[in-house]
């Protein structure tokens, strides 16, 4: 991003010099925190291969290496393969936010040899003289050396709910931001001792904490845990007892035993779902600050829309000045607009609709030789007391009161050219909500109605005479005129609303702008309840009271940037998972309390900083990829968690059954390879990445066991009755293959039928991939080095064919238990 630069405004400080800047440099005084979107290379792959059942499977590894066949450790092989995939994917998806960072990285503008440029936030040295306007975030701590009308809201630092108003020589704190006016502080913390540093660090670390999907994975992965030392204990114990004579032959089936035991991909295919999912995310210009904001907004049914920046694009035009007062003419109240407008360095949307209308303070003609750009130009000075204003007009402000989301309007006093008195123009002027600077009732407000049911937005241009630091000073302001602006839809914003009803998302719009505005805007893009806005400042102040008109209406007007977090918080109490969107300052607190936070990336640098997904491509339009990768994540993982812990279930089971029976165990550690690769680690990996338009639920532990239990205990005795029935059947040399394969034939039976229940609903590639693992196992049979290779041998007809039917039977079974939970719970996955 190329830096802009200008120059500072005559009598301001110049800011350090170019040498000064290099000598603190040199001495290390540079603003060097680490900000970070991802994790570094070394932590991926220690988290990736320093894993507890990493090492459980390591050793295990080990002892085939030292007891043989090499077959028999072919679970190390899958195990390796799968951990370089994971390191490979999260490489791709820290290289995919790396970039995205870089981009929507805040770039603070400093003033250096009397010259304001935008530079990087790692580029602050100390005694940096930082600029600050409204949505600005301190980065560093600090002192005011220039203030104008400068409120600062420290509520995420402080909890502090009030902006305060700061002057020259109050502390700035990083971590706060502008609500309204500017001014400039110089860098007195910079790097690891600013008050936020470690706060903004942690916060911009690519995590995997406070999820619910990893927190359930790892509550099954503890009770796995549990389960697993006592049977793998006993599994020891026994097949060195029972097979006494050949002590090679009770390690290779104790390992058989112990390996099923692990879910050792479910964590991998975690992270790689998340991973894959940042990845495409990337893709479309969506940086994830937090990777737990992909599943929560999965979790989403309420999603907060700002209609500024959201429903709408950012710019506006105008369209009618309507005089009400005979004492002013359109050429002078088009100079008083563009005085206005002049006095504000950084104008919010309204108020630039208005400067391009009337860029010079005259009646809006653009002959004069001076164009907006131009205006822009002389407003970059920030200074806003005593400025040359108007062109060649030589308007002059003597004060000014910055616009405000709480006040809903902003002001200045205009003194006329040459001091000439008297002069209307000459006075105090207000510009804002037509409903807050006139008293409910007043009749001009009668004929904006009409203006607002069109879906326009109405300014007030007021003239008062009390000063502008009177508490009271929209009092008795009296209307002067009215300035209709038009705003531009956002093109995709109807097809985005439309999607989230279909997925039973409720959409709510609260803005400060007024609600039949709003309605009318909402109405537009076909938002179902956009008919009836409500007007926030009659919501009841009661929580749970607020909760239930909230969820009664769709579109809210003039909301305040509390009563917006207010409305979150009311919306959660209700149980409700509450996403919002937006990109002005107005925003940010909500932005921090909601569930999600969604911010613009032309948005304030506190919208971006305080949101876990920044949409950098401004298109509203993306939000249902995003919502769509984390029910993929979820949904999906959900599936295969079920997958992997019937493989737990049925080998504890085994197990407990083995050492109580004193026999040895069914399988070798490669027949169990065969069954898992098969029947779990392929089809997983595909069903992972599938398509998932289901909405998250909670209480996932709860729904992955409810069916895992039950189908596991199926398998491991079908399986277990079938092996003991071989085992009366079969005599002489090579029984225990015989009993071993019949054993193998009846436990991929079953977890095929388990796969063929989780890939439910069906459609052609998933029947495809059911299939094919069936083939793959009947080319195993079929393939006679490769049945020798897993040491599968069926003998005569009797016994497989028993398998067969038992297998028939268990699957009938696990059909009647899916359809009862099914029944009694929410719907299976």
């Given at each position: 991003?190329?830096?802009?630069?200008r120059?500072?405004?005559?009598?301001?400080?110049?800011?350090?010099?170019?040498?000064?800047?290099?000598?603190?440099v040199?001495?290390?005084?540079?603003?060097?925190v680490?900000?970070?979107?991802?994790?570094?290379?070394?932590?991926?792959?220690?988290?990736?291969?320093?894993?507890?059942?990493?090492?459980?499977?390591?050793?295990?590894?080990?002892?085939?290496?030292?007891?043989?066949?090499?077959?028999?450790?072919?679970?190390?092989?899958?195990?390796?393969?799968?951990?370089?995939?994971?390191?490979v994917?999260?490489?791709?998806?820290?290289?995919?936010?790396?970039?995205?960072?870089?981009?929507?990285?805040?770039?603070?503008?400093?003033?250096?040899?009397?010259?304001?440029?935008?530079?990087?936030?790692?580029a602050?040295?100390?005694?940096?003289?930082?600029?600050?306007?409204?949505?600005?975030?301190?980065?560093?701590?600090?002192?005011?050396?220039?203030?104008?009308?400068?409120?600062?809201?420290?509520?995420?630092?402080?909890?502090?709910?009030?902006?305060?108003?700061k002057?020259?020589?109050?502390?700035?704190?990083?971590?706060?931001?502008?609500?309204?006016?500017?001014?400039?502080?110089?860098?007195?913390?910079?790097?690891?001792?600013?008050?936020?540093?470690?706060?903004?660090?942690?916060?911009?670390?690519?995590?995997l904490?406070?999820?619910?999907?990893?927190?359930?994975?790892?509550r099954?992965?503890?009770?796995?845990?549990?389960?697993?030392?006592?049977?793998?204990?006993?599994?020891?114990?026994?097949?060195?007892?029972?097979?006494?004579?050949?002590?090679?032959?009770?390690?290779?089936?104790?390992?058989?035993?112990?390996?099923?035991?692990?879910?050792?991909?479910?964590?991998?295919?975690?992270?790689?779902?998340?991973?894959?999912?940042?990845?495409?995310?990337?893709?479309?210009?969506?940086?994830?600050?937090e990777?737990?904001?992909?599943?929560?907004?999965?979790?989403?049914?309420?999603?907060?829309?700002?209609?500024?920046?959201?429903?709408?694009?950012?710019?506006?035009?105008?369209?009618?000045?309507?005089?009400?007062?005979?004492?002013?003419?359109?050429?002078?109240?088009?100079?008083?607009?563009?005085?206005?407008?002049?006095?504000?360095?950084?104008?919010?949307?309204?108020?630039?609709?208005?400067?391009?209308?009337?860029?010079?303070?005259?009646?809006?003609a653009?002959?004069?030789g001076?164009?907006?750009?131009?205006?822009?130009?002389?407003?970059?000075?920030?200074?806003?007391?005593?400025?040359?204003?108007?062109?060649?007009?030589?308007?002059?402000?003597?004060?000014?009161?910055?616009?405000?989301?709480?006040?809903?309007?902003?002001?200045?006093?205009l003194?006329?050219?040459?001091?000439?008195?008297?002069?209307?123009?000459?006075?105090?002027?207000?510009?804002?909500?037509?409903?807050?600077?006139?008293?409910?009732?007043?009749?001009?407000?009668?004929?904006?109605?009409?203006?607002?049911?069109?879906?326009?937005?109405?300014?007030?241009?007021?003239?008062?005479?009390?000063?502008?630091?009177?508490?009271?000073?929209?009092?008795?302001?009296?209307?002067?005129?009215?300035?209709?602006?038009?705003?531009?839809?956002?093109?995709?914003?109807?097809?985005?609303?439309?999607?989230f009803?279909?997925?039973?998302?409720?959409?709510?719009?609260?803005?400060?702008?007024?609600?039949?505005?709003?309605?009318?805007?909402?109405?537009?893009?076909?938002?179902?309840?956009?008919?009836?806005?409500?007007?926030?400042?009659?919501?009841?102040?009661?929580?749970?009271?607020?909760?239930?008109?909230?969820?009664?209406?769709?579109?809210?007007g003039?909301?305040?940037?509390?009563?917006?977090?207010?409305?979150?918080?009311?919306?959660?109490?209700?149980?409700?998972?509450?996403?919002?969107?937006?990109?002005?300052?107005?925003?940010?607190?909500?932005?921090?309390?909601?569930?999600?936070?969604?911010?613009?990336?032309?948005?304030?640098?506190?919208?971006?900083?305080?949101?876990?997904?920044?949409?950098?491509?401004?298109?509203?339009?993306?939000?249902?990829?995003?919502?769509?990768?984390?029910?993929?994540?979820?949904?999906?993982i959900?599936?295969?968690?079920?997958?992997?812990?019937?493989?737990?279930?049925?080998?504890?089971?085994?197990?407990?059954?083995?050492?109580?029976?004193?026999?040895?165990?069914?399988?070798?550690?490669?027949?169990?390879?065969?069954?898992?690769?098969?029947?779990?680690?392929?089809?997983?990996?595909?069903?992972?990445?599938?398509?998932?338009?289901?909405?998250?639920?909670?209480?996932?532990?709860?729904?992955?066991?409810r069916?895992?239990?039950?189908?596991?205990?199926?398998?491991?005795?079908?399986?277990?009755?079938?092996?003991?029935?071989?085992?009366?059947?079969?005599?002489?040399?090579?029984?225990?293959?015989?009993?071993?394969?019949a054993?193998?034939?009846?436990?991929?039976?079953?977890?095929?039928?388990?796969?063929?229940?989780?890939?439910?609903?069906?459609?052609?590639?998933?029947?495809?991939?059911?299939?094919?693992?069936?083939?793959?196992?009947?080319?195993v049979?079929?393939?006679?080095?490769?049945?020798?290779?897993?040491?599968?041998?069926?003998?005569?007809?009797?016994?497989?064919?028993?398998?067969?039917?038992?297998?028939?039977?268990?699957?009938?079974?696990?059909?009647?238990?899916?359809?009862?939970?099914?029944?009694?719970?929410?719907?299976?996955?």
């Amino acid at each position: 991003m190329a830096a802009t630069a200008r120059e500072a405004a005559p009598g301001t400080h110049p800011g350090l010099t170019a040498a000064e800047v290099a000598a603190r440099v040199a001495r290390g005084e540079v603003n060097d925190v680490p900000v970070r979107s991802s994790r570094s290379l070394a932590e991926i792959i220690r988290a990736n291969v320093l894993t507890r059942f990493n090492a459980i499977i390591g050793a295990l590894f080990l002892i085939i290496l030292v007891v043989g066949p090499i077959q028999d450790g072919l679970f190390g092989f899958v195990i390796v393969a799968n951990t370089a995939i994971g390191i490979v994917q999260e490489l791709r998806a820290k290289k995919t936010l790396d970039s995205l960072a870089v981009i929507g990285e805040a770039r603070p503008t400093v003033r250096r040899d009397g010259v304001a440029t935008e530079v990087p936030t790692a580029a602050i040295v100390l005694g940096d003289l930082v600029e600050l306007g409204p949505g600005d975030k301190a980065v560093v701590d600090g002192r005011v050396v220039e203030a104008d009308g400068l409120e600062i809201d420290e509520s995420l630092l402080t909890g502090e709910a009030d902006p305060v108003l700061k002057q020259p020589g109050d502390p700035v704190m990083s971590g706060s931001f502008v609500v309204a006016g500017g001014g400039a502080f110089t860098a007195t913390k910079v790097g690891r001792e600013a008050y936020a540093a470690q706060l903004a660090e942690e916060a911009s670390r690519f995590t995997l904490v406070h999820s619910e999907l990893r927190s359930g994975i790892n509550r099954i992965l503890k009770y796995v845990t549990w389960l697993m030392v006592p049977a793998a204990t006993g599994l020891v114990i026994s097949q060195l007892i029972v097979e006494e004579d050949d002590w090679r032959e009770a390690v290779r089936r104790m390992v058989g035993g112990i390996v099923p035991m692990v879910p050792e991909g479910l964590v991998l295919l975690t992270s790689m779902a998340f991973a894959i999912g940042v990845i495409r995310l990337g893709r479309k210009r969506c940086l994830v600050q937090e990777l737990p904001a992909i599943e929560g907004l999965a979790r989403v049914d309420v999603v907060c829309l700002d209609k500024t920046g959201t429903l709408t694009e950012g710019g506006m035009d105008v369209t009618e000045l309507r005089p009400l007062d005979d004492e002013l003419r359109d050429e002078q109240l088009g100079q008083v607009l563009g005085a206005l407008g002049s006095s504000d360095p950084r104008p919010n949307a309204s108020l630039q609709a208005i400067i391009d209308a009337y860029p010079d303070g005259n009646d809006g003609a653009h002959d004069d030789g001076h164009d907006a750009g131009g205006r822009d130009d002389e407003r970059d000075d920030g200074r806003r007391d005593d400025a040359h204003l108007g062109g060649h007009e030589g308007w002059r402000s003597t004060g000014t009161l910055p616009f405000s989301s709480a006040r809903k309007y902003s002001g200045a006093t205009l003194r006329a050219p040459g001091g000439r008195q008297p002069d209307p123009r000459s006075a105090t002027w207000l510009l804002g909500a037509p409903d807050v600077l006139l008293p409910e009732g007043d009749p001009v407000l009668a004929g904006i109605e009409e203006l607002n049911a069109q879906g326009l937005r109405v300014l007030l241009l007021a003239r008062t005479e009390r000063s502008l630091d009177d508490p009271r000073v929209a009092d008795d302001a009296r209307a002067v005129a009215l300035v209709v602006l038009e705003q531009r839809l956002r093109p995709d914003a109807s097809d985005t609303l439309r999607y989230f009803a279909d997925q039973d998302v409720a959409a709510k719009v609260i803005s400060g702008d007024n609600a039949v505005s709003v309605g009318a805007v909402a109405g537009k893009l076909g938002l179902p309840g956009a008919d009836r806005p409500v007007d926030a400042r009659r919501l009841p102040a009661e929580r749970d009271a607020m909760a239930t008109a909230l969820e009664g209406a769709a579109v809210f007007g003039r909301v305040t940037p509390q009563q917006k977090r207010d409305m979150v918080g009311a919306l959660q109490s209700h149980g409700h998972h509450v996403a919002m969107t937006g990109d002005g300052v107005n925003d940010v607190l909500a932005l921090k309390d909601a569930d999600i936070g969604v911010a613009m990336g032309t948005g304030s640098e506190a919208t971006r900083a305080v949101a876990q997904i920044v949409l950098l491509n401004n298109s509203f339009a993306t939000l249902p990829s995003v919502v769509a990768e984390g029910r993929r994540v979820i949904g999906n993982i959900e599936r295969v968690a079920n997958l992997f812990l019937v493989k737990t279930v049925y080998s504890v089971l085994l197990a407990l059954l083995v050492v109580c029976s004193q026999v040895p165990y069914p399988f070798l550690p490669r027949h169990l390879t065969l069954l898992s690769t098969l029947t779990i680690g392929v089809p997983a990996f595909f069903l992972a990445l599938a398509p998932n338009k289901e909405r998250a639920r909670p209480r996932f532990v709860r729904r992955v066991t409810r069916y895992s239990v039950p189908a596991g205990l199926i398998a491991g005795l079908a399986t277990y009755a079938v092996y003991l029935t071989a085992r009366g059947h079969y005599r002489g040399e090579g029984a225990l293959d015989a009993e071993t394969s019949a054993a193998t034939l009846t436990l991929f039976l079953i977890s095929m039928w388990v796969l063929a229940i989780i890939a439910r609903p069906y459609t052609w590639w998933r029947v495809g991939l059911v299939l094919s693992m069936a083939l793959g196992f009947a080319a195993v049979l079929a393939t006679p080095w490769l049945r020798d290779v897993f040491a599968l041998r069926l003998v005569g007809t009797e016994m497989p064919w028993t398998a067969v039917g038992v297998a028939a039977a268990a699957a009938a079974l696990l059909e009647v238990v899916w359809r009862w939970i099914a029944a009694w719970d929410d719907p299976a996955p």
